[in-house]
């Protein structure tokens, strides 16, 4: 999209690469990151004058602002925003029901409904337009084939159609590129099962799921007497709503399980086309930024300043062709490393080396130190002991600091072996406490569980259990 392009901009419906073709747009994706700036910045000019012109929301939001948001010039200016956060959304959609003044458009023009599940609080509302919902496919398209999705391939889409836009993003995007979609779901009772009766029997070659359920979902089949190998034939998997697919060990279970490689994508719901972070089929590890789609920033998780390539932040996200509900300086509350890195694809986007390996809210501080979730998941994973699944429990005796417990489940043919001396696992549990007291710089309790000991999850694994309150 060069410079002083209409925008919103509007893509052939009908376009597909060769397939042998790297590149879905190979001039933009490849060409030195200084000569898409102008590009991206035209981009973000259009879309704040849009959100200002005619959001109720953003007129009073930047009432106060120091730069002129009908002609944003620089990403200096753009930083000079103020960030929006989610409890800015949910305050605005209670006082201006149901999608706040953020919508743009007529409300009889919304095309897709959807939203977030309130388990946090007032669930949020997304109306998406159905001009949107086209380049959001076109978007979605444009990164799964930088995935190595083609038009040859069967994508099952195993995760929870409702509310949740992840299933319905996928969907639509391959659906968009031209594969074959198989809208299996989940979530139901038995339905797993069901889901690798058919992994068997129709054969798909591609899985969009959490990593948390793709882990299930072997489970399952073996005890079904399937070999995941062998009776299925997916080639890759593209996950999202999880850190697990750059956790190292968790990315190598899955790949070793399946015989597949893995691409980890995600960015958040409300920043639909959340794809714009997203792997390819080259990277080993991490996420591509795609900013010419959506336009990312990482702040000082204090400061909220613009942080350096190379710097530990929190990314900020910025619609670049969103008419309905845009989100401009979004704040996502997850935490990433950015940089350059010469990946063998040969795109030339900003990148998160290590992935998003955790929140700000779900950082743990035990003795003064940042723990993450994420860590302790990868040094479980890679022990052969692990037997699949683990939990967190933070708990605070009065007048006491904080104490974090590892509760992890082991493997059936060492847990069996404390039926005959009740010490048995005495030094595994000590070998588990020292790994991760090594990695994580500060001692935890350690409890061993027996296989099955945790439900398993369908959809997002919750891991904390915090009993501090």
Known sequence: MPTNTP???????????????EYWDKELETMPPEQRDPIILEKLRSQIAYAHRNSG????????VSVD?????????LAQLPILTKEDIRQEQENHPPYGRFLCIPEEQVFRVHGTSGTTGRPTVFGIGGDDWSRIAEAHARILWSAGLRPRDTVMVASVFSLYVGSWGALVGAERLGAACFPFGSGAPGQTERAAEWAAMLKPTALYATPSYAMYLAEVAKSMGLDPRKDFDFRFMFFSGEPGASVPATRKKIEETYDCYIVDMGSMAEMTPWMSNSGCRHLDQGMHL????????????????????????????????RTSQPMIRYWSGDVARWDMVD???????PTLPLGIYGRTDDMIIVRGQNIFPSR???????????????????????GQMDRLTIQTEVEASSYASREHDPAALEPLREQIAGEIRRAIGVGVAVELKPPGEFERTQFKA????????
Not at 57 to 64: E, I, L, R, T, V
Not at 462 to 469: A, Q, S, V
């Open 7 to 21: 925008w919103p901009p509007r893509y052939p419906s009908d376009f597909v690469p060769n397939e042998d073709s």
């Open 343 to 349: 990946c063998p694809c040969g795109r030339t986007y």
């Open 69 to 77: 948001p009908s002609n944003i010039r620089s990403f200096e200016e």
């Open 57 to 64: 929301f953003y007129q009073d939001f930047y009432q106060d």
């Open 462 to 469: 919750r891991r904390i259990i915090d009993l501090r309150t």
């Open 376 to 398: 302790i998941e990868d040094i479980l994973r890679s022990m052969k002991e692990f037997g699949g699944e683990f939990r967190l429990v933070l708990e605070r005796d009065p």
């Open 290 to 321: 795609w900013l010419d789609l959506v336009y990312t920033e990482m702040v000082d998780p204090q400061s909220h300043i613009p942080i350096p390539l190379g710097s530990e932040g929190v990314p900020v996200y910025t619609h670049l062709e």
